[in-house]
């Protein structure tokens, strides 16, 4: 898996946990699912992820990275 299919399925997993947990802890987790996309957007335009940053650091390739391999 690329970093960049990582990034997407870890984004995608944090939504629907807060999501879950807006319907069954308590209803201000909402805040949550506005903070995981306003981070999406913002990443959108600056290149900046946290958590692309994580990931690459425990060994997650790149695409380019993956397909200069082959």
């Known amino acids: 898996m690329s970093l960049e299919r990582a990034v997407a399925a870890f984004a995608g997993f944090m939504v629907l946990l807060s999501v879950v ?34 990931m690459q650091k425990l060994g997650i390739k790149t695409e380019k990275q993956l397909a200069t391999e082959k």
């Open 21 to 54: 947990l807006t319907i069954y802890v308590h209803p201000n987790f909402v805040w949550f699912t506005v903070f995981v996309g306003a981070n999406l957007f913002q990443q959108s335009f600056t290149g900046f992820c946290p958590a692309a940053m994580v």
